[in-house]
């Protein structure tokens, strides 16, 4: 059990930095408001996450343009796909 559980990642246990790896581990990219729109949450809330994440180097951004409208994008890094991987994982063996 001790061997499982040292695999949970703190940085997972919150649901909307759960969804943000889930959404970025499936997709190549998201921008912003998709985000938002698929996990129902604010601005602030959000951002907060995104941030998180970022700092734990789970996930990195490209900010652009579109049509004169600041656009930014998220993707999941390499390391962030692992350590999600590893947590779901962990999570699949407490329930059997």
């Known amino acids: ?3 499982i559980l040292k695999d949970l990642n703190k940085a997972f ?5 759960l969804g943000i790896m889930s959404a970025l581990v499936v997709n190549d990219y998201l921008d912003f408001n998709t985000l ?3 996990l129902d949450v ?3 809330n ?3 996450h995104l941030k998180s994440l970022e700092n734990s180097k789970y996930i ?3 900010k652009e343009f579109l ?3 600041p656009n930014t ?3 999941a890094t390499n390391e962030g796909k692992d350590a999600f991987v590893k947590h779901i994982k962990a999570i699949e063996q407490l329930l059997k």
Not at 13 to 17: D, G, L, Q, T
């Open 73 to 75: 994008k998220y993707a």
């Open 60 to 62: 990195i951004f490209k």
């Open 1 to 3: 059990m001790k061997e």
């Open 67 to 69: 049509d004169r409208k």
């Open 36 to 38: 938002k729109e698929l």
């Open 46 to 48: 959000l951002a907060s």
């Open 42 to 44: 604010t601005d602030g």
């Open 13 to 17: 246990e919150n649901k909307v930095r």
